[in-house]
């Protein structure tokens, strides 16, 4: 078990944008318990994912 963390978590101008650093592939989900779908290709980093904020609630996971 290697536990991985996001660089940084920010956001501006209704997005939110996620930034990381390793090969993984981010996960996102309505609920913390998931499913989980995934929502870029397994990329390797630094990577910054810009996301538009929506009514939604959303969790974030790396998966390697």
């Given amino acids: 078990f290697r ?3 996001f660089r940084s978590v920010s956001h501006t101008n209704g997005n939110v944008i996620l930034n990381w650093l390793g090969s993984f592939q981010l996960q996102s ?3 913390v318990t998931g499913p989980y ?3 870029t290709e397994t990329v390797n980093g630094p990577f910054t994912l810009t ?3 929506t009514g ?3 969790y974030f996971r790396l998966r390697q």
Wanted: overall charge neutral; proline content about 7%; glycine content about 0%.
């Fill in 51 to 53: 996301q538009p904020i």
């Fill in 56 to 58: 939604t609630q959303m």
């Fill in 29 to 31: 989900a309505q609920a």
């Fill in 37 to 39: 779908n995934d929502v």
């Fill in 3 to 5: 536990r991985v963390l």
